[in-house]
């Protein structure tokens, strides 16, 4: 049984770029979560999908856009990137009306150059 | 004032003794709380969730939650060094999880 798995591992792009992530949940989850990890510092709430809808969304600018699609896959795109942007970004799944997003992908190490 | 509130550590302890984790948190209306673990470089996992007052035991990890001091805790009994890591404390109200910088734990061998 697959776990969340997110694609690209690495990335390196240019300041002022578009990025996508993906994300895949792991096998029976419909709920998708990103967030931004900054080196030192704990994961930051990006938003959350259910239902190929944006259902919270924490203190990120327009900039940061999501995506779920039907089977439950998502997208996190990022425009018009910063410096600021470089992170390792997660994703973790969950179903649900379970208490706990207990299953994080491995991470995209994100770079802006 | 930050929502989830960690020492930053580093926390250190020697082999085979207790670690004592601690967090607090600023939304009275959080009902779920959470510890994970990070390995340097590697993304978090769970350790415990609790979402009721008092303390509730996993081997050899204890979590203990005070809503009304608004304070989680992870004890780590009989520590070894493959714990070393960063520990975050999230809290979790409605869809959104917060979590804290971490602490990060050094245990000695």
């Known amino acids: 049984d697959a776990g969340v798995t997110q694609s690209p591992t690495h990335l390196i792009k240019t300041r002022g770029q578009q990025v996508t992530l993906r994300c895949s949940p792991k096998?029976?989850?419909?709920?998708v979560s990103w967030y931004q990890q900054a080196l030192g510092q704990g994961p930051q709430f990006i938003f959350q999908?259910?239902?190929?809808?944006?259902?919270q969304r924490g203190n990120f600018p327009d900039r940061f856009s999501g995506h779920q699609f039907p089977n439950y896959s998502s997208e996190l795109n990022v425009n018009a990137l910063l410096l600021g942007d470089s992170a390792l970004y997660l994703c973790?799944?969950?179903?649900?009306?379970?208490?706990?997003?207990?299953?994080f992908g491995q991470g995209t190490r994100l770079t802006v150059v | 004032q930050k929502e989830v509130e960690q020492n930053s550590g580093p926390l250190s302890v020697p082999e085979g003794a207790i670690a004592s984790l601690n967090c607090t948190y600023s939304?009275?209306?959080?009902?779920?709380f959470f510890w994970y673990r990070q390995y340097s470089g590697k993304s978090p996992e769970l350790i415990m969730f609790?979402?009721?007052?008092g303390d509730k035991e996993d081997g050899r990890f204890t979590a203990q939650l005070n809503k009304a001091s608004q304070y989680v805790s992870l004890l780590i009994r009989d520590s070894q060094p493959s714990d070393s890591a960063t520990y975050l404390c999230?809290?979790?109200?409605?869809?959104?999880?917060?979590f804290g910088a971490g602490t990060r734990l050094f245990v000695k061998a």
């Open positions: 973790a799944s969950s179903l649900v009306g379970v208490v706990t997003e207990a299953f």
């Open positions: 096998s029976g989850h419909d709920t």
């Open positions: 999908y259910y239902e190929e809808e944006e259902r």
């Open positions: 939304d009275r209306g959080s009902q779920s």
């Open positions: 609790i979402y009721s007052n």
């Open positions: 999230a809290v979790k109200g409605g869809f959104k999880t917060i």
